[in-house]
């Protein structure tokens, strides 16, 4: 599965990693550290070199008890770190509800729209659309005001489903492709710890929905609540949570701690046989070693093995030797084969 972010084309056959990037003084984890332009734009750029794949840049504090700011404040905040970041070599996303935001980050270079709200607004839904940008859809019960006051499901997981399977289909109707879109359960936006924990389990049923699913786990008060850690320990608990909600079926995962997620990911990618981008995609034909071409050319071939000996890859078929490409990564996969044999 691929995801259209502007110019960029994301595979999905392994987990992503949006880092995120708070240019507010109250978020709730890191509120105040990269309110200053350079030292958003310095974040941002420590992230990607810790690997982040997506890089979310937020003007606005959504965390329970937030108070809204005015458009042109949010403007004021993102707008000098998003042109400071163009040409980046990876795609950046603007978190906001405000359409004018949406429009000026657009037009600014953005490739992707996180909107809290799910493109409910008429205006967001038109703007995003004419962006030819991917935007993420999130559900949540209430406004930050009062979202914690007393969320309430029967059933939360078929209830959040079928928010967003109605988001999907109005998204679709105003020209949005479906591989323009992803789904964001909205942990702790008017949940519960129960109810958190119950999306959680139930990720695969949103997959489900045909459309990547992203998981925002990082730091969030459900994980203190588990584990009786204030928000700047949390970063083993955020870890967990982002392997497990990639376990249920989240293709994208959103954090704080970059480095220790990709790292994380990387060991949960070499067991599940998709480790190819993840551990090697640093590599160039001017640092790739003839030791590490070897162990491309290792992990490559068990994980070709293995899809065939489970039945889930049949290379003589076309379809499957375009799977075995896409498992390999064949530009990397020959390129190893040039170093390692000379």
Known sequence: MLLLCGKFQLNLMRPLVMGIVNVTPDSFSDGGQHLRRDAAVAHAQQLIAEGADIIDIGGESTRPGAQPVSVQEELDRVLPVIE???????????????????????????????????LQDAAAMNAVAAGNVAVCLMHRQGDPQTMQAKPYYQDVVAEVREFLRGRIAAAEAAGIGRERIVIDPGFGFGKTLAHNLALLRGLEKLAGLGVPVLAGLSRKSMLGALTGQDVEHRVHASVAAALLAVQHGASIVRVHDVRATVDALKVWNAVNGVSHEQLFGHLTEDNFTAQEAAEYLDVSMSTFRRFVASGKLNPSSTVGRNQMFAVADLKAFKKALKIAHG
């Open 84 to 118: 400071s970041l163009r040409g980046t070599p990876v795609p950046i996303s603007i978190d906001t509800c405000k359409s004018q935001v949406m429009q000026a980050a657009i037009a600014a270079g953005v490739q992707m729209v996180n909107d809290i709200n799910s």
